[in-house]
């Protein structure tokens, strides 16, 4: 079980210290983590999972900020890190954001959250809808709500109903002003296109999250109009297993506000919106480079925020890349970034120049990999379609909203 | 990256130097204890959020104990947290003050806002002080019978903590039967996951002491209890279903049925949205269905799909979580996940931690089917900017390549890699290309072509340059060049920094020699000079002996060197099969991100192997041979001292007793029983014509046939009076800590050093050798450690009938000098000689069975 946490400033300055069992956990643990972490270069790749001469370090970096938890004794790695994450998404629930200035400033409700999620080493609660009732977030609406009413206390005067209730991640009556329920398919592409132009692998990573404002205890059911092409799927607690088993149909209890109803996956998809075509040529010291971004399978939205990435080998010498479109950086680590933005209707945007390879080398060997970046509002790609949401238990009829959005994941293509 | 800031070292000039600000605090705190004017409590929260925020910065506030204790008397719950986290720090160092907070804490235990009486009860338990023990009790039985179900939560945990603080008193409460019932009835799901938890522990722990206690930690895994919690499982909250699903694990269903009803119940878990429930169900899977062949593949199906959308999905660091599970996986099925092989694609993006998984498991599924496309995506990570992968990835195709499969594509990509003219990929490639042809020699021609081609002076890399030299010995005679490659190779010899380049570059001229001696002969000559005069002990031996080979017979010499080989067929395995099963046994633990079982890594961990392992390591190696070991061979001796194996885990291995005290089956054959003899015998008559009954005259009879210790145990003081033969107690057991307490304790008794005698140095390869021999002879090992030719013992063995006569002996043996240097101590000095002689004559019987 995890002994202690340690949350640490980007300069390596322990910010919070939560002991967690009878074994306390000296200090001196971070010192030698973060000249571990110095002297890997870079943070970034240091394992999340070390083991130092003392004890079993689970770390994550959020936002610059290093959370580290150690343990002496065998347990599931994931727990530990699964945990962390958590830790790391409530915090930036409450705080708004994740930094060194927000940690410091708040530690104090840092550590009450960190006192309600863990005990004894032992993950308790990390549902942020329970925890926000027992710790109210720091925001200007509690504030205000001290000043009015001269109850300064950030901590709610009544334990959450939901720690006895059925539904844990609801508090028992909620009530709303307008009752609003608005279902988000959020999907993410990863794919691999090789140098001969193949579609190596295209997948959807997707989500369905649903932002929910509704009175009472309602009991929802969603629907798709073409299930069968999910590939697997993992589910919210609240969502009952059966209704899928047979029917393929999500019934829930929502919590309230926002949440990740399903995630899903989806193999083995034919196109990608956009191409992608890189060409290097080689000759005599100076590499030619050009690439091309279109079209390939109209969405039938627009394709906004296009940027192509990539890493210049490091035996380029000097660079010039020029645009018909968008404007491209090179900064000093040879990374360069082709931001074209909107993909324009009438011309297919396009990047050339000339890459002076170092003295002695005739042509290149080692060729960058594009990563594109890419966003299209209003549809998600895998083509999954929500057929319907009924909501039963409501005293009003509620308003229903549905959006869709679709965003490059990991999407690289080679070089021809 | 900024340069590391450690606070301790260098605090910045924001952060308080202490002293002054402390003081100040201490004024203002000291204010404001008393006041209850409107906005005092305001005042106190500012006071208290200064203090709370040095303590986190880590300046010493301990000082202002006793006015933050005076402050805290107020209601307002945000002041009371920051007092609870304050005095929970504090409370330790001081212990008489922080007597002062148990009356404030206990009211609050019995306020009547549930929340207060929770954090109260909470804080209350982590103090964590012996001295408030008797405080404890109170709030506890009261907390677990409290009618909020969040008091209860804290009062089941806070159970567990007072068992860390006083186990005695925690029993004596009769507390852990209050839990259980609490586990089978509370209506709280959370409340049930603690009092499971802490039962789990507290329970564990006393099994060793108490056999009650251990049957009922065997409750926990019967069937009532854990139906009961798996048909609650889907009341619990994410991470109280890891822990029943962790304790399902264990659980042993009594037939198929059962093992599919358990797996149709949890089914839906793996697609729980906590990846730690997903990975615990699989691992309840996979054990149930263990001895289930064609079950145990369904589960692979059906688990694989999940775990790819683990991999997917989340964060970079639950990813490599969840890949090190899949990498165990896929070694162990790879034919199963053969068709998911797309999975394994390294993304740009990608830490090279995980690329490097991935490209451990593209290797393992290639088979007829993919190899060509695997090989293809290989060949990108070959030629990309990131270098340390390319290495890797050049070694992946060379590793597919060796497992036979499409070896004709294989060898074309390789020489590719050659002319890309990158001398990374060269120096890779190079040693691929030697392995290959050590495993296909009809590629030769092909590989030669090229190789033949690279400039030695683009290939720097020692590891490298060894495998082209290889080459250039090996197939000196279809490269037209090879000897003055070689030649001017050996020009440079004092350019060359790298040994093993050397010992290459001289055994590959010595083949060129055999196989074109004319054009050879200068260059061999110089390179056995150079060798000779080669400062490294290594090059300057073998350059010597290949000399006085050549002297000796130069055919002879031929056969030495360059025998007619076979092709290696299977490169051998890095990672034995038992210790894969024994990481698979082990799923969802730290074993699998290690990718080593736990025993190796956790043993050091415990508290109690721990503590002893670092006495151990801290002792010198021995007098004797400390002048004759490196520090860094010592160094490497006391690394493993901390992979102790403790005497348990042998009992289960070794040899059966026989439960006859004391048995000496090697050298019995006529009449030598000690268990048999119970006459009373004077150990004085060595010389005695058939010695029966005591250890010395056992001793007397190995001196007979050499091979006895020679320094005959001659007691300095006279013998005590009549001792009564020494009877052990082949079962004796004694626990790491009370051993180490002993050892502390107990002053040595004897002491001395003794010779092995060559047979039984000879048959100490591994500790374990001697290890099982003693406990044939009802002598216990408790630790031992260290690598050939120093190792070190711990032994005990319990006089039998007498409990508290414990024997202890700690045995440094050097194998090389068949010496053991030998420490005793024992509770009961007067049969301390005896001992020492029973232990010498069974350490010099070793290698004699």
Known sequence: ???????????????????????????????????????????????????????????????????????????????????????????????????????????????????????????????????REMIAPPNIVSKMLSVVTGNSSNVSNTLPGATASCVPWRTADLKHASNEVYVDLVEEMDAIISRDGILVKCEIYGEVQVNSHLSGLPDLTLSFANPSILNDVRFHPCVRFRPWESNQILSFVPPDGEFKLMSYRIKKLKHTPLYVRPQLTSDAGTSRLSVLVGIRDDPGKTIDNVTVHFQLPPCVASADLTSNHGTVNILADKTCSWSIGRIPKDKAPSMSGTLVLESGLERLHVFPTFRVDFKIMGVALSGLQIDKLDLKNLPSPPYKGFRALTRAGEFEVYNE | MAPPALPQKSPSPSQPSGKGEVADLKIQLRQHAGSRAPGADDAKRELFKKVISYMTIGVDVSSLFSEMVMCSATSDIVLKKMCYLYVGNYAKGNPDLALLTINFLQKDCRDEDPMIRGLALRSLCSLRLANLVEYLV???????????????????????????????????????????????????????????????????LEAATSEEASREREALLSKPVIYYLLNRIKEFNEWAQCLVLDLVVKYIPSDSNEIFDIMNLLEDRLQHANGAVVLATIKVFLHLTLSMTDVHQQVYERIKAPLLTLVSSGSQEQSYAVLSHLHLLVMRAPMLFSSDYKHFYCQYNEPSYVKKLKLEMLTAVANESNTYEIVTELCEYAANVDVPIARESIRAVGKIALQQY?????????????????????????????DLLRKYPQWSHDCIAVVGNISSKNVQEPKAKAALIWMLGEYSQDMLDAPYILESLIENWDDEHSAEVRLHLLTAILKCFFKRPPETQKALGAALAAGLADSHQDVHDRALFYYRLLQYNVSVAESVVNPPKQAVSVFADTQSSEIKDRIFDEFNSLSVIYQKPSYMFTDKEHRGPFEFSEDLGSLSVGVESADTVSPAQRVEASDNDLLLSTSEKEESRGPSNNGSAYSAPVYDGSSISMAASQTQSVPTFQNQALPAYTPQAILAIDDLLGLGPSVAPAPAAAPPPSPPPLKLNPKAVIDPSTFQRKWGQLSVSLSKEISMGSKGAAALTTPQVLLRHMQGHSIQCIASGGQAPNFKFFFYAQKAEEPAAFYLVECVVNTFSSKAQIKFKAEDQSTNHAFSALFQSALSTLGMS
Not at chain 1, 114 to 129: C, H, Q
Request: some cysteine.
């Open chain 1, 1 to 131: 079980m995890l002994q202690c946490i340690f949350l640490l400033s980007d300069s390596g300055e322990v910010m919070l210290e939560k002991q967690l069992t009878g074994h306390k956990v000296d200090r001196s643990i971070c010192a030698w983590f973060w000249e571990e972490a110095i002297s890997q270069g870079d943070s970034f790749k240091l394992l999340p999972v070390i083991a130092s001469p003392t004890h079993y370090l689970f770390q994550i970096v959020r936002e610059g900020v290093t959370f580290l938890a150690c343990t002496q004794v065998e347990m599931p790695p994931l727990m530990g890190i699964e945990f962390l994450c958590r830790v790391a998404d409530v915090l930036v629930d409450y705080l708004g954001g994740l930094n060194e200035d927000l940690i410091k400033d708040n530690f104090v409700i840092v550590y009450e959250l960190l006192d309600e999620m863990i005990d004894n080493g032992f993950p308790l609660t990390t549902e942020p809808n329970i925890l």
């Open chain 2, 406 to 434: 499409d070896v004709n594509a294989i060898v074309d990509r390789l020489l590719q890699f050659l002319e890309m003219e990158k001398d990374y990929v060269t120096a890779e490639t190079l040693v691929l290309v030697k």
């Open chain 2, 138 to 204: 109170g709030p506890l039985g009261s907390g677990l019978k409290d009618n909020n179900s969040y008091v209860r939560t804290v009062a089941a945990i806070g159970v567990l903590k007072l068992y860390h603080i006083s186990a005695a008193t925690c029993v004596d409460a009769d507390f852990p039967s209050t839990l259980k019932a609490l586990l089978l009835k509370d209506s709280d799901a959370q409340v049930v996951a603690n009092c499971l938890s802490a039962l789990q522990e507290i329970w564990s």
